[in-house]
């Protein structure tokens, strides 16, 4: 099992930035893509961005693209998600994940993460 930390969440005004941390440990944490989901009150959970073992390949929803970046530290058990020009609608629990595998050739969704981290809440005020 992965376990997963996250930190950096809060409240952050329209247009500001917020970065998301993420530490990951345990027995079977491989060379899998890491990735962000969030959770919006009374919505299902959404697929926010991914990032592959090098760091060479990454995935974003479309609803970030051009305003969030996933990125991994060099020991790769670090990620990392800078959130600018941030929205109300950006407002959730954002989850790390630990995705099912190192390979994906298409944009991933929930169902291909395995391990989630407690959450982390970002509130983005109008």
């Known amino acids: 099992q992965v376990q997963l930390v996250e930190s950096g969440g809060g409240l952050v005004q329209a247009g500001g930035s917020l970065r998301l941390s993420c530490a990951a440990s345990?027995?079977?944490?491989?060379?899998?893509?890491m990735g962000w989901s969030r959770q919006a009150p009374g919505k299902e959970r959404e697929f926010v961005a991914a990032i592959s073992w090098s760091g060479g390949r990454t995935y974003y929803a479309d609803s970030v693209k051009g305003r969030f970046t996933i990125s991994r530290g060099n020991a790769k058990n670090t990620v990392w998600l800078q959130m600018n020009s941030l929205k109300p609608e950006d407002t959730a629990v954002y989850y790390c994940?630990?995705?099912?595998?190192?390979?994906?050739?298409?944009?991933?969704?929930?169902?291909?993460?395995?391990?989630w981290g407690q959450g982390t809440q970002v509130t983005v005020s109008s």
């Open positions: 994940n630990y995705a099912k595998s190192a390979t994906y050739y298409y944009t991933p969704s929930v169902a291909d993460f395995s391990s």
């Open positions: 345990g027995r079977t944490f491989g060379s899998n893509y």
